[in-house]
């Protein structure tokens, strides 16, 4: 069985730059997440997906992160203009139901000069 | 409101030592517990989840945890360490009736000396 994929996996732009990162879950789990990772932190939620409606994204920051899940398979998050505090570890998951085992992808990591 | 907290950024053991990582959380309803590991430029990786069945729960690769509900801690051990076990270690609750959102602590970093 797939795990989790995430593309890319390193991405570096330069500040006020557009940037996308695209996730693909573990077939037939309807619920998705997207995390931050900042360096020696917990992953912190921004946005919890069950099927194609976004729940659980007060921790979202609109006026710079969007994010979509068309057909309720794929997911991605965009960030623009992005700072130079955006230079993290984004980390996607997926489940069987929100109460169920979250698995990971291996993350993009993003960094911002 | 949900938190965790793991003592210690960093801990560090002889091979075939006994591995503690201490957890304590707080939670508002019964909780689901969970630990999790993250090798270098990877994700999370489930390690064992506690939901209200035993309260000593048993994980992969020797890992186990007990609930201790009167001191609010899931502490994580594994009876002798092994160099593959060198890793972050997240400890993560949720809230059994709410969103089921987990919260994360900030890791552990176990180290593994030969």
């Known amino acids: 069985e797939a795990g989790v994929v995430q593309s890319p996996r390193y991405k570096i732009i330069e500040k006020k730059q557009p940037v996308a990162f695209w996730c693909n879950p573990i077939s037939g789990h309807n619920t998705l997440y997207w995390y931050l990772q900042n360096l020696g932190q917990g992953p912190e939620l921004l946005i919890r997906?069950?099927?194609?409606?976004?729940?659980?994204d007060s921790q979202l920051p609109k006026d710079r992160f969007s994010a979509e899940r068309l057909k309720g398979v794929d997911s991605t998050l965009k960030i623009q203009p992005a700072e130079l505090g955006d230079s993290a570890v984004y980390l996607c998951a997926s489940s069987l139901g929100r109460a169920n085992e979250q698995f990971f992808g291996p993350g993009t990591r993003l960094t911002v000069l | 409101a949900q938190s965790v907290t793991q003592l210690g950024s960093h801990v560090s053991v002889s091979e075939g030592a006994l591995v503690l990582l201490r957890c304590n959380y707080s939670s508002s309803v019964p909780p689901y517990l969970f630990w999790y590991v993250q090798y270098p430029n990877q994700g999370l990786q489930l390690l064992l989840k506690y939901t209200s069945a035993a309260t000593l729960v048993k994980g992969i690769n020797g890992f186990e945890a007990e609930f201790k509900k009167s001191e609010t801690s899931f502490h994580l051990t594994k009876p002798s360490a092994h160099m593959s076990d060198a890793a972050e270690y997240f400890c993560a609750v949720s809230g059994k009736g709410g969103s089921y959102i987990p919260t994360f602590g900030r890791g552990t970093s176990l180290i593994v000396h030969p």
């Open positions: 997906y069950e099927n194609e409606e976004a729940v659980d």
